[in-house]
Every structure is written in structure tokens, then in C-alpha cells.
């Protein structure tokens, strides 16, 4: 938290309440900092700011403590709010929004990948003795959520953001996701792509919708049916080389979209430099 400037109370008492070593394949691990790589089955080495690999060969890690913390800060979660997780992962960040969220938050864990879903379902009922229950779901993170929510965390790079993590938003729910273009190429034994980009925390005002960049990240890309064309791959990738995400204020969808205006402008969506309009008193109506 020091090293990501961030002073949270409770967010302080959620990771000193969680065991990280619990949430982790069995040892030695293999760890990702700034010492460059080292692999150990010294557990107080977990708790300096590393990466931990959940799954080498797919690039899959237990998260970097100090962005995680800047990011869960930035979502300012409520005791009582309603949080989906889509790449869960293991469930250790899960683990600490549901802390946040309390006994009275609603909590679901997306991932993809089913060993990490058996290591999750068998630790976050022993993290989270005094709740919320977690539901952890087998599933593609871009059919969720199925219902309103005031929180959507996502732990993976992508180009764009799925349509219902957008839909299912409450007014005043957030969602903040990696946006991200995928970096490296495909060989014969290397099957996912790294991904490179920053933080976009959204915010759902009416049936508009508030944006601001956070800190350059770089994510695992994302699995499953992601369906962003490389033209609009392209064009990020040339808005992150032009600079200037600092300037967003807003992400306008559909035929609100003007690129004269927008730091980047995709297939129906992009990033804009005005503040948010909301068109719900002439009949729109968000999610509640």
C-alpha cells in the first residue's frame, strides 16, 4: 500500500487478515519482481511486492500487491455491494473485495481456467469464515454479470470491454478492467499472448458512462470469445503510442461516438475528452 501511495483502513485490514501463501499452488514458487525471477518455498517472500506464478506456461500469475491495492482503492468499495470478479483467478483479490464488500455483499468469481476454480472453491470459505459466501463459476468472464451489479473487476488485458460489464452496471457502479493490446507472437508451445496498456475505472452515471485512465499495467490477454477485431487492436495499439489517456473523461458507446472527440474511437465505442452525458431524463433507464 506504501508503494502504491495508498492509505485504505479497511482495505489495510483485508490483506492483513488473508493468508497469499493459501490462495497459491504448492511450493517452491515462482516468484517475479524486482530481484527478477526467483524460485523459492520462503513464505515471507511472499509478502513483498511480487508476481507469483498461478500457471507458467500460461503467463497466469497471482497479481503485482501494489497495483491490485491502487486499483481495489480506486473502486472505493461499500460494505453491502453487490461484486463480480471476472478472472478470478485462484481468488486471493476476490477474497480481499469480499472483505471490503462485508458479511452483506454479494460476491461471484469468474475464471476460466478450472484448476484455479478447485483451488478458489477450496479456499475462500476458509478465508472468509465470517463471509460473504463466494459463488465461483467455470465460465467465460463476457457472459457476466447476469444481473445488476455496483462492482466488475477484471483481471485480464483486453482491447475492449464486453458489452454486459457495461449492461449490468448500476448507476454509480464501476467496473475497472486492464485496457490492454496483446504483446509477443504465437509459437508452437506458447499459447497465450502477454498484453500491455493501462487501467480504465468507468463509472455508470444514468445511461452515460465517466472514465479515467489509472497506472500503465501489463496483464495475461484475455481467453475465450473476445471478439475485438485487429483493426480496433490496431488503432489502440496506435492511441497507447500517441499518448494523451490522460485526458479522457468519459466512454461513449454506439452512434455517440465521435472520433473528432475521442482520444481512441473503436468498432461502436471509445474514449472521450468531454465529460459524460446521460440521456435518462428524455426516457433512459439503468439497471438498479
Known amino acids: 500500500?506504501?508503494?502504491?501511495?495508498?492509505?485504505?483502513?479497511?482495505?489495510?485490514?483485508?490483506?492483513?487478515?488473508?493468508?497469499?501463501?493459501?490462495?497459491?499452488?504448492?511450493?517452491?514458487?515462482?516468484?517475479?519482481?524486482?530481484?527478477?525471477?526467483?524460485r523459492t518455498s520462503d513464505v515471507s517472500k511472499l509478502y513483498h511486492d511480487v508476481l507469483v506464478a498461478l500457471d507458467r506456461d500460461r503467463g497466469v500469475n497471482n497479481g503485482s500487491p501494489s497495483l491490485h491495492a491502487a486499483w481495489i482503492a480506486a473502486l472505493a468499495v461499500k460494505p453491502g455491494e453487490r461484486i463480480v470478479h471476472i478472472g478470478a483467478g485462484s481468488g486471493y483479490f476476490t477474497a480481499i473485495l469480499a472483505r471490503l464488500a462485508g458479511p452483506t455483499g454479494r460476491v461471484t468469481a469468474v475464471e476460466i481456467d478450472p484448476d484455479?476454480?478447485?483451488?478458489?472453491?477450496?479456499?475462500?470459505?476458509?478465508?472468509?469464515?465470517?463471509?460473504?459466501?463466494?459463488?465461483?463459476?467455470?465460465?467465460?468472464?463476457?457472459?457476466w454479470p447476469r444481473e445488476p451489479v455496483d462492482v466488475v473487476y477484471v483481471s485480464f488485458g483486453i482491447a475492449a470491454p464486453c458489452p454486459l460489464w457495461l449492461d449490468r452496471l448500476v448507476d454509480g457502479g464501476r467496473?475497472?478492467?486492464?485496457?490492454?493490446?496483446?504483446?509477443?507472437?504465437?509459437?508452437?508451445?506458447?499459447?497465450?499472448?502477454g498484453a500491455e496498456g493501462i487501467g480504465l475505472l468507468v463509472e455508470r452515471r444514468g445511461d452515460g458512462f465517466a472514465a479515467r485512465t489509472l497506472d500503465r499495467c501489463g496483464f495475461v490477454y484475455a481467453e475465450g470469445a473476445t471478439a475485438v477485431s485487429w483493426v480496433d487492436r490496431d488503432q489502440l495499439d496506435q492511441a497507447?503510442?500517441?499518448?494523451?489517456?490522460?485526458?479522457?473523461?468519459?466512454?461513449?458507446?454506439?452512434?455517440?461516438?465521435?472520433?473528432?472527440?475521442?482520444?481512441?474511437?473503436?468498432?461502436?465505442?471509445?474514449?472521450?475528452?468531454?465529460?459524460?452525458v446521460s440521456r435518462v431524463a428524455d426516457g433512459g433507464?439503468?439497471?438498479?
Open 285 to 288: 433507464t439503468p439497471p438498479s
Open 116 to 143: 484455479l476454480v478447485a483451488i478458489a472453491r477450496r479456499v475462500l470459505p476458509r478465508a472468509l469464515p465470517e463471509g460473504p459466501e463466494v459463488e465461483v463459476v467455470t465460465e467465460d468472464g463476457c457472459d
Open 240 to 276: 497507447f503510442r500517441r499518448g494523451g489517456w490522460g485526458r479522457v473523461k468519459s466512454l461513449v458507446r454506439g452512434p455517440a461516438v465521435d472520433p473528432k472527440r475521442c482520444w481512441y474511437a473503436g468498432g461502436g465505442w471509445g474514449l472521450c475528452y468531454d465529460p459524460p
Open 1 to 38: 500500500m506504501a508503494r502504491a501511495d495508498v492509505t485504505d483502513e479497511a482495505l489495510e485490514a483485508a490483506l492483513t487478515a488473508l493468508r497469499r501463501e493459501d490462495f497459491l499452488p504448492e511450493p517452491p514458487w515462482v516468484l517475479y519482481g524486482d530481484a527478477g525471477v526467483e
Open 175 to 193: 467496473l475497472l478492467f486492464p485496457l490492454c493490446t496483446p504483446r509477443g507472437t504465437l509459437s508452437a508451445t506458447r499459447h497465450w499472448h
